[in-house]
């Protein structure tokens, strides 16, 4: 049982590059999540997908993108790295269709360690 | 004022401490609570929801108190196994909307 399996786990980029960050669960989830975590910090909503087919952002979506392909796929894209997006980024899901109106807890992948120069 | 915040750390406790945590946040509209875990380098792991009449699970209990609002967890019996950063997460309405907020963690270690 994988449960959700982010790819890949440490990527180093250089300023100005493209990369998406891939995110998958097999727990048949409705809701799925991108956070960043930097030290010192919480945890920091990036963007929410509530349903297939539906996106939203979170508490800091600038500079990035995401894609709900499907039920199982939640994809993360930068478009033009930058320094400050250097972090390590979590997906998450959770069972209902509330995004983040949901009561119902997370479960994360084991993460992204993104390192742009 | 910071949405979620938590008693700063580290924690640092002898193997059998009994150990508390408080977490308070700042929207009284908060609807979701919930206590994860996160040791180095890894993910979060949900350790308990929070519920309005508190509840406990095996050594673990957590509370809430919405009219002060804040949330507790209470660790008895304390393991080596339970060193790990514990993070609290409050659902708030904030300036970006709707919103799970973690806060920033708080550092337990348990001393042999």
């Known amino acids: 049982n994988a449960g959700v399996t982010q790819t890949p786990k440490f990527q180093v980029l250089k300023t100005g590059q493209s990369m998406t960050l891939q995110c998958a669960q097999d727990m048949n989830h409705n809701s799925m999540y991108w956070y960043r975590q930097d030290p010192g910090m919480g945890l920091r909503l990036i963007y929410y997908s509530a349903s297939e087919g539906t996106t939203d952002k979170g508490e800091v979506p600038n500079g990035y993108n995401v894609s709900r392909l499907n039920k199982r796929e939640f994809s993360l894209r930068l478009e033009s790295a930058a320094p400050s997006q250097t972090s390590v980024y979590f997906c998450a899901s959770s069972p209902d269709t509330q995004g983040v109106y949901s009561n119902q807890p997370q479960h994360f992948g084991d993460g992204t360690r993104l390192s742009i120069l | ?112």
Do not use: H
Request: aromatic share 12%; proline share 5%; hydrophobic share 30%.
């Open chain 2, 1 to 112: 004022r910071k949405e979620v915040e938590q008693d700063p750390g580290p924690f640092n406790v002898p193997e059998g401490a009994t150990v508390a945590f408080n977490c308070t946040y700042s929207n009284s509209a908060s609807q979701s609570f919930f206590w994860y875990r996160q040791d180095c380098r890894k993910e979060p792991k949900l350790l308990m929801s929070v519920y309005s009449s508190g509840n406990e699970d095996g050594r673990f209990t957590a509370q809430l108190n919405r009219a002060s609002q804040y949330i507790s967890l209470l660790i008895r019996d304390s393991k080596l196994s339970d060193s790990a950063t514990y993070l609290c997460v409050v659902n708030v309405q904030d300036n970006y909307g709707q919103n799970f907020v973690f806060g920033p963690g708080t550092r337990l270690s348990v001393l042999p």
